[in-house]
């Protein structure tokens, strides 16, 4: 019987942890999601993605304007 109740309990906290780390998981990728979106420049020429900090476009060599 006890151990049966430390067995649930085992369990138990196991999924509450479990809900925990995903939980923390979802709030930091959405945090670096909400981070990273500012920066991102699209590229004129070819729609690519790509950052200011380049020149040129990296897809297809394009100025990229700042
Ligand atoms: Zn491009």
């Not at 019987?1 to 649930?8: A, E, K």
């Not at 479990?18 to 909400?34: D, H, K, N, P, Y």
């Not at 070819?46 to 476009?57: D, E, K, L, N, W």
């Amino acid at each position: 019987m006890i151990g049966f109740v430390v067995r649930n309990w085992f369990r138990d906290s196991l999924e509450t942890m479990f809900v925990i780390a995903i939980g923390g998981m979802v709030t930091s990728v959405l945090r670096q999601a909400r981070r990273g979106n500012l920066p991102i420049y699209r590229c004129e020429a070819c729609g690519g993605v790509t950052s200011r900090a380049y020149a040129v476009c990296r897809h297809c060599g394009a100025p990229v304007r700042s």
